[in-house]
């Protein structure tokens, strides 16, 4: 992808002991450069790179993640602490609350004992049409 004047090195910025780029070296339109190259880039090579670049970054990042593990367990282990004890397990998961309990139903329709209603909430309509033709709902007891 480099033309045979570019090299991976002339397009690579400063880096630091620890592999990352130097703030103060970096040029101010770092950010805005572009290797001449992929200007030529159409649609599914530009795809093909960002998944290439995207694969590459991830395991840069596995490889940091284990470099500073090592890094941090040995200066822990120099010290005498213990790494696990200072940093913990991990995050604490959050307790799952059980759903609540459905409540027991309070009153039954007369004539269909599949109707219940426990009294909370809006009166359903079986309700409402007993209460307005006078019969009651039976109560059930608690």
């Known amino acids: 992808m480099l033309d045979r004047n570019d090299t991976a090195e002339s397009q690579t910025a400063p880096v630091t002991s620890t592999g990352t ?3 103060d070296d970096l040029p101010r339109d770092y950010l805005t450069m572009t290797i001449p190259a992929l200007r030529d880039l159409r649609g599914p090579e530009i795809t093909a790179l ?3 670049a995207t694969k590459q970054l991830a395991a840069w990042n596995e490889a940091e993640k284990k470099r500073l593990t090592e ?3 040995s200066e822990a282990t120099r010290s005498g602490l ?3 004890a200072i940093v913990g397990t991990g995050r604490a998961r959050p307790v799952r609350k059980s759903p609540a309990a459905a409540a027991k139903p309070a009153m039954r329709h007369p004539d269909d ?3 219940t209603w426990n009294g909370t909430g809006r009166q359903p309509t079986w309700y409402k049409d007993l209460v307005d033709s006078g019969r ?3 109560r059930l007891k608690s």
Do not use: G, T
């Open 71 to 73: 890094k941090w367990i």
């Open 113 to 115: 004992p599949s109707l």
């Open 136 to 138: 009651a709902p039976v």
């Open 21 to 23: 780029p130097a703030r």
């Open 82 to 84: 213990d790494l696990a």
């Open 50 to 52: 960002i998944e290439a």
